[in-house]
């Protein structure tokens, strides 16, 4: 089956290599011609585990292409996906127009009869709007012999994990409104019926509000132990146990009950922010929602001031800050927490020593004044605190002796709660987790 994929960044590059991997002849186009050139030559502009191997490989094996060329890609193709950004727009809502610039190529270029497809994530009704774009845009003389479906197959890869995610995932989403439709998306993922995945058949719409209900979920569960975290320190106790044993009933389940920054990346913030905005256009207030955007933002103002308090001022200070990426395994460093907490810290007169070890690249183009460092410990040289932002691997065992010769004081501020209280003031250190 001949496959395009419009918009090659984490999610269309990862679709496309899978599905090419899945044994489809896969065209993935992007409108940025570096991207593009650097595919060609065999680069991978993201890091993203396991990504560069299923892309050489299908490279290789004739099966998975990159260009600049739209019109031929949707003409040679049965099944188009849309993976294009859907950016937040100032006040919150979704900015459809590359959504829109896509749906009028589409139009422009059909040749025959396609399943377009969203994956990129769009408000409920999107899929109507692809549609009508779609159809504005077929020329007066094509539009009695050329037509298209529109579905929609929402994505949940995890950045860091998202080759695994898309080849072993949790269920896959399809909503379709027409039967000719479904069976082309059957085929397509028939492959994942080997290994049993659950395909989840809806209405476009269920599909198009799975993805947000999902999303916004998740971002409750976390916001909801921040808040319980919080809590804790109030009154002394440790909010790792109370997660541990909230986890342990099933109904609950342990999984994103880490307290921390809060939630960031280019997903979960602006999902949630959409979703409040499109459900009040709708007459439906997502009061829940709304309360964990709020919640969100509280949050990492303050930890800005839990590190203000742990070294005693910001002014004049400078901090070393480790992990930039919004979560560890990924070069992203969209709505990065770390990103916003070192901002906050720089207003407030701080100076900034910083680390990672795959986001350096993406920090410098957002983060000014502040010294890129080169490892843990020459990050820490000469700081008034040390902070972990990010749970990288790396992290994880940092020689506490070596450290505490290059800091000023030895303060640690761990807003991942890598390591615990206790053995941190064992090693001799002045330490802050979140919630314990
Ligand atoms: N990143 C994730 O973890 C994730 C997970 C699930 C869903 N999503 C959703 O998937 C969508 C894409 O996200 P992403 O993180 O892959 O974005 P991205 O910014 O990494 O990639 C989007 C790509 O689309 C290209 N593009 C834009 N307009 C184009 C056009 N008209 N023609 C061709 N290419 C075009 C851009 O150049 C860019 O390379 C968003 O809606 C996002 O919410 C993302």
Redesign the pocket.
Known sequence: MNVTV???????LVTGACFAEFGMSVTC????KD?IAALNRGEIP?FEPGLEEIVRRNQNSGRLHFTTD?RTAIQRALVIFI????PPQSDGSTDLS?VD??SR?IGENLNGYKVVVT????PVRTAERVKRGINEAIKESDSQRHHCSVASN??????GS?VEDFMRPDRVVIGADDEQAVAILRDLYAPLNLIDVPLVISSVATAELIKYASNVFLAVKISFINEIANLCEAVGADVHDVARAMGLDGRIGRKFLHPGPGFG???FP??TMSLVQFSRELGVEQRLASAVCEVNVAQRERMADKIENMVGGLEEKTIAFLGLSYKPNTD?VRDSPSIDIIQKLQSRGARIRCYDPQAMENARRVLQDVVFCSDPYDTAKECDGLVLGTEWNEFRKLDFDRLSQLLVEPVVIDLRNIYGPEEMKRRGYRYAGVGR
Do not use: H, N
Not at 29 to 32: A, L, Q, R, S, W
Not at 83 to 86: N, S
């Open positions: 419009i918009g090659t960044g984490y999610v269309g186009v992007d409108k940025d991207k993201i739209t993976a294009v950004p859907t590359y610039q896509v190529t994956k990129s994530t769009v929402p994505e949940f890869l995890r950045e998202a990346g280019s997903c602006k999902d992203d």
